[in-house]
Every structure is written in structure tokens, then in C-alpha cells.
């Protein structure tokens, strides 16, 4: 699962990085809303955290964006901003969570886990990595545009052999 942090603060960022990743989780950080957005629209996360205060593009403005475009990954606001008018604008712009900072890190990995939880999974019938990619409906690979079954083929004798690898 891959988590975007959008978090100005270098030393919470690096802490929530550390822990996200020791959690199992893979994490990118930005650092403003502006580069915030532009991973966010650029690369499909599982999951955003949030900051409000934010410099040039503040969160409630980040998120606002990000349903408008039609966004649809799961976030967290996590955030110094602790008044309930706060957190009621944050939970109708979009978010589908809201903490408080200070926090306890047990508390925001439960409310991550959560989360994910309920967020629809990706589909897992396709894959794409660098210039793989797997067809798992159709078991088939194909690398550099070379495509190859992933099955066992039976041979006109009736016999099984494994399918070509790739070299």
C-alpha cells in the first residue's frame, strides 16, 4: 500500500514517514500542497495524510481541488487545527478522516488501517511495472511488447509443458 504524506514540518514528516514505512507501508512526502497536488494527481495512492497549514496551497485548498478533479483516494487530515468547525469543514471538503496533532502514533495507524479497510482495492487482475505488465485474467506478460502466456500449454500429445520465460 503506498501513503503520500503532504506534511511541511521536516520533523513530523520524517517521524510519520518512518513509522508508515516500518508499519509496512510504502510513503512518499511532500512538502507543500502544490507538489502535494501534483503527486496526487500524478501517481495512484492508496492513501493521502494531510496537513492544513501548508505553504502554497494549504490543505483545505489541496483536498478541494483533488475531489473537484474527481480524486477519489482515501485522506486523512492530520493537523493542528482542533476546533469541531474545523473538523466539520475538513470531513465535508472530502476528507474521510480528521486528527488532531498532537497524536499518538498507535492511534494514526489504526485510523490508516481503518481506512484502507473500507476504501475499494485496487485491481489486482492487471499489474504494470516498469515495461511488465501481467494480465492475470488472461495469464498473459508481456515485456517490451512481447507478449507471453502465463499457463501451462498442453502439447498435441496431451502432455504439459511450461510456458516460454522471458530472457
Request: charged content about 35%; glycine content about 4%; aromatic content about 6%.
Amino acid at each position: 500500500m503506498r501513503i503520500l504524506v503532504v506534511e511541511d514540518e521536516k520533523k513530523t514528516a520524517a517521524f510519520l514517514a518512518k513509522g508508515l514505512r516500518e508499519a509496512g507501508f510504502d510513503v512518499d512526502v511532500a512538502v507543500d500542497g502544490e507538489t502535494g497536488s501534483e503527486l496526487a494527481h500524478a501517481t495512484k495512492f492508496d492513501l493521502l495524510i494531510v496537513d492544513i497549514m501548508l505553504p502554497h496551497k494549504d490543505g483545505w485548498e489541496l483536498v478541494a481541488e483533488l475531489r473537484r478533479d474527481r480524486v477519489r483516494t482515501p485522506i486523512l487530515f492530520l493537523t493542528a487545527r482542533d476546533s469541531v468547525r474545523d473538523r466539520v469543514k475538513g470531513l465535508e471538503l472530502g476528507a474521510d478522516d480528521y486528527l488532531v496533532k498532537p497524536f499518538a502514533f498507535a492511534e494514526l495507524l489504526a485510523r490508516v488501517r481503518s481506512i484502507l479497510r473500507r476504501a475499494p482495492q485496487r485491481d489486482a487482475k492487471h499489474f504494470r511495472i516498469a515495461d511488465l505488465e501481467m494480465d492475470m485474467q488472461h495469464h498473459k506478460a508481456t515485456r517490451s511488447n512481447i507478449c507471453k502466456s502465463l499457463i501451462w500449454k498442453l502439447t498435441c500429445e496431451g502432455t504439459r509443458q511450461r510456458a516460454p520465460e522471458f530472457h
